[in-house]
């Protein structure tokens, strides 16, 4: 295999180096056109027709690529077909993309393909690329001229056989928050050598939960600059040398051509092939990979970013149209009633009837539709022949050919009706649903399918489309008999597909609706929350995925060592103490044990005296009591730990005694501690948290030890008091003990009183 | 001062605290008006730090911020010159031998001197320069050094609050009654009180649109578009070279002045005459907001004979397009000359309106508020 690989590329580059360079130049430029997407993202619209069919402001996604094409100086289109292979040939027969002079296309169909990876496999068999060739989906939008980057790849090429793909990038910064660039996908991360322009790491599936990102540290040692991008979109315009067909032939299992192919060769350094990018500036390039983006471009057309493809100029297929003030384009023959409002960045299809007082902004709507009177359209895709009776209310959805809307009918954002639905009268459909004539397929039996679909991700599924839809064709005809489809108010025809697992709180990133603010708040805080957490674990790195500088990391290193201290602190003297009571130590020794403690840990004597005491308080509970039930006492005494944290078998009395005694055994261990009030308030803050957190047996007795406390004259009143006015401003739940402790305080300051 | 006068132009050279390379290919038609190379001033300004001591740190502070533009706009230079000469009243003792009076009135004199050569002086801060030196002229002498201070600094107070802060407030609150739902406001450049109109009136939650209006060299809207868009209002953004074509939609145009003159002559960052006359041939109101104390009793029927002249260099250079450079190095070809206008003369013909804290008056009213509020500043 790896014989045959090696032959191959050589073989194609002796073929390279025999060219003469004019010869290269006057080579007719070549272009494969993928008119199947591979994924499931415009599902339930895509069962019934191919993505690169579906209007994108009245014309079809697939002319804006194809009218590129043409302009960019490509000679020759291979239009690959998979799903729907039918629709998409007969639609180009029709289309005047067959008789064009100096521009050719030809499809090319097949029907049991499932990736991008198997077809280019098949476009390699059937030797139709000759030279240099543009990789591209029929869903991309763009105005760029391919002149320079052309040129500077066959440039590369000829110094570098190895130099197999340039692909077109261009700035756009992520949402910090959604962690999404605008045109809904993810944030995609890419190392470029800023002099060379050479593409060294590619990752759109980054773990935005660990905030991290893992680059092969012989990256950074094999090149001398190298600069880290998550602002750049990949345009999904590639341009490619041959070979880069004979190696997805040679690597069998390439499937999609970033997660594989892109992946692979950047990864795969035998061969050394290298990617490069050539970045766009003022030109616009997107690719519609999903609801979101397909808002987004529709808008950019609408506001001429796509210059020469807007509505207004004629390029295929579209009909003639008058721009007007403020982005609103009206075709001909349109009806609108004097009263109706139509506003801005607002496209009008031919022969589309307007009833009264309707309002329509932001939205595109198609040929053929009528709209009743009192009608809301906000930021809506209206495609042909669709009827919206009176009173209906539609807010950034997407509503396909043939649908029908009876009166007072309610679209949510974030709705998508499919083919010819029909939504009864004065029905709501909920946010983000999707309404089909179809049955929802069940996507998770084939196979096929399950290896195929990369394990990282799970978003994405490849199917085969054609063969589903056919299925679910089938299942129409029989279905449609049985008319009881209450799901959709009355008279209305279609079922609400359940949004499958896992999508259901992901359906927001990518819906054709703005993402809510709610959704915002709740992310940002999200995030905020996530910082804080940065601050305390060392593991995590910074979330923005920048790489953390050498300083910081060992910053993070000192609180957690400090952290850590006081932990082992606490613990070495939990550990002397109990030798202490265990062995009857003398208590002037255990002060002198715990102070060569203190000093070793560099603590204060407020720690000290916490720790102390923290020790007495769990020797109060280990101790077995004499009273109680006589089984416990066989067990040692970590058990009965155990099962007094379970059952509070505890008569509260006796534990009251225990502490009482282990208090007056130990006061003057205690007391040596105590130089100063603040000690004593530590204390008091130490068994608080006790009573909340480690020792929850203590708390209904709260106000009573510290009355014991107060007896033995560990505690004076000038500490409780001031322990009581220091939690005055807190929380209610971090009042509980002081509330409990109410009356003795009372008495504490009316006894003070008197004093006075 | 005129500059075209040589005598007069080498005397006052010879007092400046810096040097000024006065450009090589000055504009024919505005001989009069100081020209000067720009880019080295602020270097040698700065180098002679140490030399001036006579200077004030405040003063210089304020001059240096002028000259390198980063106080702009009539009302913040106004307030950051008053809150220098509070400074310079705070620290001053008077010296043995002289008079508070005449000698803080020559202190100050030579600071605006200083100021002037930083960048000619705004209309405005003409006004509260005289009203400075009035209140200084007008102390009792009875007075302890500490009590004039005292009540030097506490009359500046009152000149910001009242003539500048409060009196935006009052524009404000007459300008927002001016806009009506659905309107389409256009502004040009960025005024500091249109601003807070728009502002304001959208707080007000009235349904607007913005049409901000922009030209080069400077891009001031851009900064205004940015606050407005922060607030959350829907604008659009366009230079001056469109103006006429989105006139169309405006229903309001809202402009902001440098200073107003006695026959109702708006003088303004250029342009804005423009702007005017085209909104005046759609038939569109015209309304000038300005603060009353930058009226001004001069009658000026031109651009011509008062403005100001900046750096020719801005002109002729696109930043940001190194694709456009066919001006590069030409800046000093003997038969060019650039003319790079600061201000602009709007005939009051083309204003419906000014707004200001007296109300909103005509442009004819101009000359009785001047002459009757004039006294006013004796009365503070």
């Keep these: ?756 | 001062m005129q500059f075209d006068d040589q005598g007069r132009v080498n005397k006052s050279k010879k007092r400046a605290v810096f040097n000024q390379p006065e450009a090589k290919n000055r504009v024919e038609l505005f001989r009069h008006l100081p020209q000067y190379e720009h880019g080295s001033q602020l270097t040698d300004l700065e180098s002679k730090f140490l030399e001036l001591d006579s200077m004030h740190p405040a003063v210089y502070k304020v001059g240096v911020q002028y000259l390198a533009g980063d106080v702009t706009g009539g009302n913040a230079r106004c307030i950051a010159m008053l809150r220098a000469f509070q400074e310079v009243i705070n620290d001053y003792s008077t010296p043995p031998g002289k008079t508070l009076v005449r000698d803080l009135t020559a202190k100050i004199s030579s600071y605006v001197s200083f100021l002037i050569e930083c960048r000619p002086l705004s209309m405005s801060m003409g006004n509260a320069i005289r009203f400075q030196k009035s209140r200084i002229a007008k102390l009792p002498l009875t007075l302890s050094e500490t009590e004039a201070k005292a009540a030097l600094c506490n009359d500046i107070d009152r000149f910001i609050n009242e003539k500048i802060i409060l009196a935006d407030k009052v524009i404000v609150r007459h300008a927002a009654t001016k806009v009506r739902d659905g309107d389409v406001l256009l502004t040009y450049g960025s005024s500091c009180v249109v601003e807070m109109i728009l502002l304001y009136a959208h707080e007000l939650g009235k349904q607007f649109r913005v049409v901000v209006v922009d030209s080069r060299p400077k891009h001031e809207g851009q900064a205004l578009l940015r606050r407005l868009l922060a607030k959350g209002l829907s604008c659009t953004y366009t230079h001056i070279n469109a103006v006429s074509y989105i006139m169309h939609e405006v229903t309001r145009v809202f402009l902001g002045a440098s200073s107003v003159l006695s026959n109702g002559t708006t003088y303004s960052r250029v342009g804005t005459a423009c702007v005017a006359m085209v909104a005046h041939a759609f038939r569109v109101p015209v309304l000038i907001c300005c603060e009353a104390y930058k009226f001004h009793e001069r009658v000026q029927l031109d651009s011509i004979c008062s403005n100001e002249l900046g750096d020719s260099n801005d002109i002729a250079r696109v930043p940001g397009r190194p694709d456009v450079n066919s001006m590069d190095n030409r800046t000093n070809e003997k038969n060019l000359q650039f003319l790079n206008l600061m201000y602009d003369a709007t005939p009051s013909e083309y204003v419906s309106m000014i707004i200001t804290d007296y109300g909103m008056i005509p442009p004819t009213s101009v000359p009785v508020i001047v002459r009757e509020y004039r006294r006013e500043y004796l009365l503070i």
């Excluded at chain 1, 090696?6 to 004019?22: F, M, Y």
């Excluded at chain 1, 680059?215 to 590639?238: F, R, T, V, W």
């Excluded at chain 1, 996530?530 to 979330?543: F, K, P």
């Excluded at chain 1, 500088?549 to 957690?560: K, L, P, R």
Aim: aromatic share 8%; charged share 25%.
């Design chain 1, 1 to 756: 295999m790896g014989a045959q690989k090696k032959r191959a590329a050589a073989a194609a580059a002796a073929a390279r180096v025999s060219e003469d360079p004019d010869d290269l130049a006057r080579q007719p430029l070549q272009a494969i056109l993928l008119a199947d997407s591979f994924t499931t993202k415009f599902r339930p619209i895509t069962l019934e027709r191919p993505k690169v069919l579906l209007p994108l402001v009245n014309v079809p996604m697939i002319n804006y690529t194809l009218a590129w094409l043409e302009a960019a100086g490509v000679a020759e289109v291979f239009v690959f077909c998979c799903a729907h292979s039918k629709q998409v040939i007969d639609y180009l027969e029709n289309s005047e993309w067959f008789s064009q002079p100096n521009f050719t296309v030809k499809t090319i169909e097949s029907h049991n393909i499932i990736s991008a990876g198997d077809a280019l496999r098949l476009i390699y068999e059937q030797n139709v690329i000759h030279g240099d060739f543009v990789l591209i989906s029929g869903d991309t939008v763009s105005n760029m001229s391919l002149t320079q980057a052309l040129q500077e790849h066959k440039e590369r090429k000829k110094k570098d056989n190895n130099a197999v793909m340039t692909m077109i990038i261009k700035k756009s910064k992520p949402s910090p928050i959604t962690r999404q660039s605008r045109l809904g996908t993810d944030e995609l991360f890419m190392a470029i050598d800023p002099n060379t322009k050479q593409l060294l790491y590619y990752e759109d599936k980054a773990d935005h939960s660990k905030g991290t990102i893992c680059l092969d540290k012989m990256l950074l040692a094999e090149n001398p600059s190298i600069s880290l991008h998550n602002d750049k979109q990949d345009c999904y315009i590639d341009i490619c040398s041959p070979e880069v067909l004979s190696l997805f032939t040679d690597n069998f299992d390439y499937q999609h051509l970033r997660r594989h192919f892109v992946k692979g060769l950047l990864l795969d350094d035998i061969m050394g092939y290298k990617i490069f990018t050539h970045e766009i500036h003022s030109s616009y390039a997107a690719r519609i990979d999903n609801y979101r983006s397909y808002d987004i471009v529709s808008k950019d057309i609408i506001q001429r970013w796509t210059y020469p493809y807007v509505p207004d100029v004629k390029f295929c297929g579209n009909r003639a149209t008058k721009l007007e003030r403020r982005g609103m384009y009206r075709a001909l023959e349109i009806e609108q009633s004097r009263s109706a409002q139509v506003g801005s960045f607002t496209v009008i299809g031919y022969g589309t009837k307007i009833g009264s007082n309707s309002k329509i902004s932001d939205s595109v709507i198609g040929e053929g539709c009528t709209i009743g009177s009192n009608v809301l359209i906000e930021g809506s895709y209206i495609w042909d022949n669709v009827i919206i009776e009176d009173g209906c209310e539609l807010r950034h959805v997407i509503v396909c050919d043939g649908v029908i809307m009876k009166a007072g009918a309610v679209l949510k954002p974030g709705v998508v009706l499919s083919f010819k639905v029909v939504i009864g009268e004065r029905f709501v459909v909920p946010a983000y649903s999707k309404v089909s004539l179809l049955q929802q397929p069940t996507v998770h039996d084939s196979d096929e399918e399950l290896e195929y679909a990369d394990n990282s991700s799970g978003t994405v599924e490849f199917s085969s489309i054609q063969g589903t839809a056919d299925q679910s064709n089938g299942e129409m005809t029989s279905e449609s008999s049985e008319a009881h489809k209450p799901k959709l108010g009355t008279g209305g025809v279609g079922y609400i597909w359940s949004i499958c697992e896992g999508g259901q709180e992901e359906e927001w990133r990518h819906s054709v609706a703005p993402i809510p603010e709610d959704k915002l708040t709740e992310l940002s805080e999200a995030m905020d929350d996530d910082q804080e957490l940065v601050t305390q674990d060392r593991t995590a790195l910074s979330t923005s995925g920048e790489l953390i500088s050498d300083s910081n990391a060992s910053e993070g290193d000192d609180n957690e060592d400090s952290k850590d201290d006081s932990v082992y602190f606490e613990k070495e003297v939990e550990a002397t103490f109990l030798r202490a009571v265990e062995e009857n130590v003398k208590v002037d020794h255990v002060i002198l044990e715990v102070n060569s403690l203190r000093l070793s840990y560099n603590m204060t004597s407020a720690d000290c005296a916490g720790a102390v005491f923290y020790s007495m308080m769990k020797l109060a509970i280990k101790t077995p009591h004499s009273s109680a039930i006589g089984l416990l006492t066989l067990y040692p005494s970590p058990f009965s730990m155990v099962a007094s944290n379970a059952y509070p078998i505890y008569l509260s009395g006796e534990l009251q005694q225990n502490t009482a005694n282990i208090i007056t055994t130990w006061q003057k261990l205690l007391k040596s501690y105590l130089l100063e009030i603040d000690e004593e308030i530590e204390i008091i803050l130490k068994f608080e948290e006790m009573c909340l957190e480690s020792a929850k047996e203590f708390s209904p007795l709260f106000a009573r030890i510290l009355h014991i406390l107060y007896d033995k004259d560990i505690l004076q009143e000038d500490a409780i008091l001031r322990w009581a006015d220091e939690k005055e401003g807190a929380d209610e739940s971090d009042k509980v003990f002081v509330r409990q402790s109410e009356k003795f305080i009372q008495w504490l300051r009316e006894a003070s009183e008197e004093e006075d």
